[in-house]
């Protein structure tokens, strides 16, 4: 069975965000991020679906508005991603990868005004300055 072990959406609601686990205990467990568009009221299309989007367990997914509408995903691999929808075909691709040196990150949030991406690690938080995405 397919669970959607994350979702989000765009404030506006023009943008809807998932990220679905596959795992029959059979064959190797399948993760997708995927990124939806309103298209009419109530029907969503799936513009992007990556697969899978980090090398293990993907722990949080936050969604906001920096220069572009932008994602974040967070796993136990020890990355933080950020993914930006550029103009063309709304289309969605990884447009950086973080690391701290204190292991896997396990939650994200974009502030309100896009500025600054705050990710949450064992014991610690870390600030991004979305202008360079340092800390």
């Known amino acids: 069975a397919v669970v959607s072990t994350q979702s989000t959406g765009s404030d506006d609601g023009e943008w809807l965000v998932t990220v679905e686990r596959r795992d029959d205990g059979f064959v190797t467990p399948e993760n997708r991020l995927k990124f939806w568009r309103k298209e009419e009221k109530t029907e969503y299309t799936m513009k992007t679906c990556v697969d899978p989007p980090h090398a293990k367990l993907t722990t949080s997914l936050s969604l906001g508005i920096t ?25 969605w691709t990884q447009r950086q990868v973080l690391r701290h040196r204190h292991g896997p990150a396990y939650s ?3 502030s309100g005004d896009g500025s600054v991406l705050v990710v949450g690690y064992k014991g610690l938080v870390v600030l991004y300055g979305t202008d360079s995405w340092d800390v």
């Open 108 to 110: 994200s949030l974009i």
């Open 67 to 91: 220069t572009e509408p932008t994602a974040v995903t967070t796993s136990t691999d020890c990355t933080v991603k950020v993914w930006g929808c550029g103009d063309e075909e709304d289309s």
